[in-house]
């Protein structure tokens, strides 16, 4: 087997659906993975099969159960009413919705009630979004979802992944999560033109993830731009959400004429519940107002490595929070930075006081509002990259698309991986930005994500240092289940990092590998996931 960064094009499964589809030939009904096919050309009463598809993607909706696989057949769906998805998968049998084989899929609300909704007017929460989700442990992959009342309006649901999805001209924000949400990934969104003619630009952002708390929601990859109000906004989201390699421009700009604009503006706007939200290697420009803003968020965020260009207004506002910024970069803001108590260092501010494009490599933005990636991700520029210091502010240079190998370490630090404690940097000798110090509990975890071609079983390395005077063992829970337990040795220094061997079965696609402490210490400092070299 090997892994990679692309998508995973598992083969269709075998189909099974005789219990369900009373029309269907005899079949075994044993088979547990279902795949369903959905075409503009199929019937609702067919099988589901590629040779025999079924119509509506609600009606797949409908007939899916945990671990089915919806593979929809390139064209475009124009529903008149929302597709709803009330059901969950679990933990090992999450429900995939995905584009069939890399077809075009395009899911056009525009025959759905609310597009647009009259002005100023309330309407049903059960009628937003092109897809209304409330489910868990869904996948949604490869759809393009536009002139929706809201493009994916998801409420109180977890453990979804939303990748390689484009949201764009709904009559709300593209992509909406909302109310009890947590652990969900959204990975590589392109969300765009989004605009609320029922609230004049106040509220159509390109991603929201608003008014709720839940931990573990992480932000990879996302290009929002040409909102109406904000490119990402978590306004009263309650927990800390992960913000990294993501894109914000030309946002809050009245781009429909609304007769009395009220669109903000901002590339990242990160209020205003206190919430520790860390955005990392994200840039903002040529926003109508703010590059990246606390917005009345009394936290103590963290922006590492972020860069404003050309933002209408400040590049970074963080004079209500209490946060720390470190090497980023603002240049040609039509404002200074506002940073009020918050503090860090390395930032441009810090280094010289009289920036310009001069300043930078290329100010050409052509390649980063382009095609993407073969696997998906924003394209490699030197766009806004500075001349001098290397480790100022945002880089998009690494080639991380075509022929680049998936990567093997996975830094416990950054999304997709999450810790249940504080990322600190304070022992040296770690890999990468930093490493995860466990909060001192039985319980406290650290958790990876890693991708597999087919299922395996391989053998993984944890980098850690256990600098305490004994062992502080983990189980080993991968996609939800005990699979082996490490003992984590002690190290002998916090700074003495050592190499533990843990081998676990991986499930095919994206997998969810946690350490779970089992004493009371809590983990040891936990470095890196590493899966073995090649991929086996
Ligand atoms: C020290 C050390 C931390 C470590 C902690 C612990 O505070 O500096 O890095 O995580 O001990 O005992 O867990
Ligand atoms: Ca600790």
């Not at 489910?135 to 490869?142: L, N």
Request: negative net charge; aromatic residues 8%.
């Amino acid at each position: 087997m090997r892994f990679r960064g692309l998508r995973s094009r598992g083969a269709p499964l075998l189909l099974a659906l005789t219990l369900l589809v009373p029309v269907a030939p005899a079949q075994p009904a044993a088979a547990q993975d279902r795949t369903l096919t959905v075409a503009v050309d199929g019937s609702d009463s067919a099988p589901g099969t590629v040779a025999a598809p079924l119509r509506t993607i609600q009606r797949a909706v409908d007939l899916a159960a945990p671990g089915t696989v919806i593979q929809i057949r390139g064209g475009t769906y124009e529903p008149s009413v929302n597709i709803r998805i009330q059901k969950s998968g679990t933990p090992s049998q999450p429900i995939t919705m995905r584009a069939y084989d890399g077809e075009h899929v395009v899911i056009d609300g525009e025959n759905m009630p609310n597009t647009p909704a009259p002005f100023g007017e309330p309407y049903p929460r059960i009628e937003r979004g092109a897809i209304h989700v409330s489910g868990d442990w869904w996948r949604f992959e490869g759809l393009e979802i536009i002139n929706g009342p809201y493009g994916i309006f998801a409420i109180e649901s977890s453990n979804n992944v939303y990748r390689d999805l484009v949201t764009r001209d709904n009559y709300e924000t593209g992509l909406h999560l909302v109310l009890d949400s947590s652990d969900n990934r959204v990975v590589n969104l392109d969300s765009y033109g989004n605009r609320d003619p029922r609230k004049n630009g106040e509220s159509a952002d390109g991603l929201a993830i608003k008014q709720g708390t839940g931990s573990g929601n992480a932000v990879i990859g996302a290009r929002l731009w040409n909102n109406a109000d904000d490119g990402f906004d978590s306004w009263d989201f309650l927990s800390p959400i992960r913000i990294e390699d993501s894109v914000a421009w030309g946002n809050g700009v009245d781009r429909w004429g609304f007769p009395g604009w009220e669109g903000d503006g901002n590339g990242f706007k990160l209020g205003r519940g206190a919430a520790n939200h860390v955005v990392r290697n994200s840039i903002a420009f040529d926003n109508a107002v703010g590059g990246f803003i606390d917005n009345g968020n009394p936290g103590s965020l963290r922006l590492e490595n972020n860069t404003a260009w050309a933002n209408g207004g400040s590049g970074f506002v963080f004079n209500r929070s209490a946060s720390t910024l470190n090497r980023n970069l603002s240049v040609a803001d039509g404002a200074g930075v506002n940073l009020g108590s918050s503090g860090g260092d390395g930032n441009s501010w810090d280094l010289k006081d009289d920036w310009s494009d001069a300043d930078l490599v290329s100010t050409s933005a052509a390649v980063i509002k382009g095609p993407r990636a073969a696997d998906g991700s924003i394209p490699a520029t030197e766009f806004v990259r500075p001349r001098d210091h290397a480790n100022l502010g945002a880089d998009f240079s690494d080639d991380n698309g075509v022929g680049e190998p998936a990567p093997r370490r996975h830094e416990a630090e950054h999304a997709p991986a999450a810790c249940d404690g504080t990322v600190d940097a304070d022992h040296p000798g770690y890999s990468g930005g930093g490493f995860c110090n466990t909060d001192n509990v039985t319980g406290a975890a650290a958790r990876f994500t890693v991708r597999a071609d087919t299922p395996a079983t391989v053998t993984l390395v944890v980098g850690y240092a256990n600098g305490g005077p004994s062992g502080r063992p983990a189980e080993v829970v991968v996609n939800g289940s005990t699979a082996a337990s490490a003992p984590f040795a002690a190290t002998g220094a916090w700074s003495s990092w050592a190499r533990a061997t843990i081998t676990v079965r991986l499930d095919s696609g994206d997998n969810t590998v946690r350490l779970v402490a089992t004493g009371s210490d809590g983990l040891p400092n936990i470095d890196y996931l590493e899966l073995p070299p090649g991929g086996a």
